[in-house]
């Protein structure tokens, strides 16, 4: 296996419903020409991956670029217009309190860049087109579940 093979879950398809199906395009966000030839090889590696596909779909979300802390690139999408029309789903959450109050008394902590985990949960396919973004010089649509 290689670093952009995660593997997919076969236990669950997600799906987004919208109280408004009209199709929306956002304009690309500014980016810095510092981040270009980075953002150019990790679309590439997403792109050959298969993590990403190219796209002709109406809608469009554009992409924020943030630097992790050993400066490699994380893509995001900002998908606020799409979360706005999103249906909340009916479960519910667990307190972050009670979440915190079961680690009391632990000694180890670790953190995990867990960048594959999105990519693990297959998309509906009706939905794909609704998550499309764009930058610049390419329209995708996330393969699987995208990094909001």
């Known amino acids: 296996m290689g670093e952009w093979d995660f593997g997919e879950t076969k236990q669950v398809e997600?799906?987004?419903?919208?109280?408004?199906?009209?199709?929306?395009?956002e304009?690309?966000?500014r980016l810095a020409l510092s981040d270009l030839n980075d953002l150019r090889a990790?679309?590439?590696q997403l792109l050959d991956?298969?993590?990403i596909q190219e796209s002709r779909s109406q809608y469009a979300s554009p992409i924020v670029i943030v630097?992790?802390?050993?400066?490699?690139?994380r893509l995001c999408v900002d998908y606020r217009k799409l979360n706005a029309r999103t249906l909340p789903d009916q479960y519910a959450v667990p307190l972050v309190?009670?979440?915190?109050d079961c680690m009391s008394g632990c000694k180890w902590f670790s953190v995990i860049d867990l960048k594959s985990g999105y990519y693990q949960i297959p998309m509906k396919r009706m939905i794909k087109r609704?998550?499309?973004s764009s930058v610049?010089?390419?329209s995708m649509n996330s393969a699987d579940c995208p990094k909001a």
Request: aromatic share 6%.
């Open 67 to 73: 630097r992790k802390k050993n400066g490699d690139i």
């Open 136 to 138: 610049l010089w390419v």
């Open 49 to 51: 991956s298969k993590i």
């Open 14 to 25: 997600h799906e987004i419903k919208l109280n408004d199906e009209r199709p929306f395009r």
């Open 130 to 132: 609704k998550l499309r």
């Open 97 to 100: 309190q009670e979440a915190l």
């Open 27 to 29: 304009r690309s966000r």
């Open 42 to 44: 990790h679309l590439h």
